[in-house]
């Protein structure tokens, strides 16, 4: 029987070890200025309910997460109740995990960077769209939810998102 690697090529074993580091930071950081103009919409929230379901073809799982809207910062619909669909989720004993997501939790207070794709709203920029809100204070950066919504007015008066 004749072994599998007749001469070891120690250059291309390389490459596979670093596929992992390659696929790291697959998001970019992105701006509050990258954030807003990339949104259809901006919203204030909190997450009332979180349901996954199987797509039709039933080869993919998607949560949808609805949100009571608090206020708008950006494009007000007249919904006091919107849902927003995110990649992934668990349907009876199946598990799906989509990289990068941003999560969530009932009850929690939100401010999410949203777009349309295919009538659903999703999060732009995935986990870099959501800031959760405790004590009127963005949790990932510690400023006061009244500085960011003056950041993000600030920025749609300059133009930037239109």
């Not at 001469?7 to 291309?12: I, Q, S, T």
């Not at 909190?46 to 608090?70: C, G, P, Q, R």
């Not at 349309?116 to 949790?139: I, M, S, Y």
Request: hydrophobic share 40%; glycine share 8%; charged share 20%.
């Amino acid at each position: 029987m004749k072994p599998c690697f007749k001469k070891f090529r120690p250059w291309a074993w390389l490459g596979v070890l670093l596929l992992p580091i390659a696929s790291m930071g697959l998001l970019r950081d992105l701006s509050l200025n990258d954030l807003v103009s990339g949104a259809d919409w901006i919203v204030v929230g909190k997450v009332e309910t979180m349901e996954s379901h199987w797509n039709e073809a039933k080869d993919y799982i998607y949560t949808y997460v609805t949100l009571s809207v608090s206020d708008y910062w950006k494009n007000p619909l007249n919904q006091p109740m919107i849902t927003i669909q995110i990649p992934g989720g668990a349907v009876e004993e199946i598990t799906q995990q989509v990289t990068d997501t941003p999560e969530f939790r009932i009850g929690e207070n939100v401010v999410l960077f949203l777009f349309n794709q295919d009538g659903q709203k999703w999060v732009f920029g995935w986990e870099k769209g959501k800031f959760t809100v405790e004590n009127r204070r963005l949790v990932e950066s510690g400023i006061p939810i009244a500085t960011f919504k003056q950041q993000v007015m600030d920025l749609q008066r300059q133009g930037v998102g239109k």
